[in-house]
Structure formats: structure tokens, C-alpha cells
């Protein structure tokens, strides 16, 4: 997420409680949140909104993310690499980016498109 996606962010979590957002909060935030992807951070936004009364911060969007990410991954077939079993560290290293791609809302963007 870039500077303008945690401005982005930030305007949408005011909606809900009305805090006061300037530079400053949003570089604070970003420093924090900067390695989410925008359309999770903006669905945990939404969870914890319908869940929660807490006043949100970032470690909720975080969490929330990586609830997103797990659900996405649960509902998900086990991925099964295009690699030699035997080769145990080139089996490992693909499938763990094949389960990066799984949890990630560009991944299914690109399959929905």
C-alpha cells in the first residue's frame, strides 16, 4: 500500500468515528501498515466496524488482514507444485508462493477478471 492508499484508508476509518486525520497520523499509520494489501486492509476495516465497538488501530486492520488471508487460504484447495517432490527445498519454496498467491486479493482479481 502507498501513501495515498493509507490516506485512503484513514478517510474511511474517520467516517466510522469521526478522529482526526492529518499528515502526520497517516505517516504513522502507513509506517505500520504500508505491507497490506488496500483491498484487505479496507474489508478488516469493514469487519471490525460490524463487529466492534473498539476504537480501531492498527494492529485490528492488521489482524483483520490476516483473518482475510486465512479464510481465503482455508477455503482454498491445497496447492500441489509443479516441482520434484524429492527436491525438498524446491517443493517447499513453491508451494509457499503458491500460497502467497492464494491469499492475495490480486491473485483473485487476475482469476475473476
Given at each position: 500500500m502507498d501513501?495515498?492508499?493509507?490516506?485512503?484508508?484513514?478517510?474511511l476509518?474517520?467516517?466510522?468515528?469521526?478522529?482526526?486525520v492529518d499528515?502526520t497520523?497517516?505517516?504513522?499509520?502507513?509506517?505500520?501498515v504500508?505491507?497490506?494489501p488496500?483491498?484487505?486492509?479496507?474489508?478488516?476495516?469493514?469487519?471490525?466496524r460490524?463487529?466492534?465497538?473498539?476504537y480501531l488501530l492498527?494492529?485490528?486492520?492488521?489482524a483483520g488482514?490476516k483473518r482475510?488471508?486465512g479464510?481465503?487460504?482455508?477455503?482454498?484447495?491445497p496447492p500441489?507444485?509443479?516441482?520434484?517432490?524429492?527436491?525438498v527445498?524446491?517443493?517447499q519454496?513453491?508451494?509457499?508462493?503458491?500460497?502467497?498467491?492464494i491469499?492475495?486479493?490480486?491473485?483473485?482479481r487476475?482469476?475473476?477478471?
Amino acid at each position: 500500500m502507498d501513501i495515498q492508499q493509507t490516506a485512503q484508508l484513514l478517510a474511511l476509518i474517520k467516517v466510522g468515528d469521526n478522529r482526526n486525520v492529518d499528515r502526520t497520523v497517516i505517516a504513522a499509520w502507513h509506517d505500520l501498515v504500508h505491507d497490506l494489501p488496500l483491498d484487505d486492509a479496507l474489508e478488516a476495516v469493514r469487519a471490525h466496524r460490524r463487529e466492534s465497538t473498539d476504537y480501531l488501530l492498527p494492529a485490528h486492520v492488521i489482524a483483520g488482514v490476516k483473518r482475510i488471508r486465512g479464510a481465503r487460504l482455508a477455503a482454498a484447495e491445497p496447492p500441489l507444485p509443479d516441482v520434484d517432490p524429492d527436491d525438498v527445498a524446491a517443493y517447499q519454496a513453491r508451494r509457499r508462493r503458491m500460497l502467497a498467491q492464494i491469499a492475495s486479493p490480486s491473485t483473485l482479481r487476475q482469476i475473476g477478471a
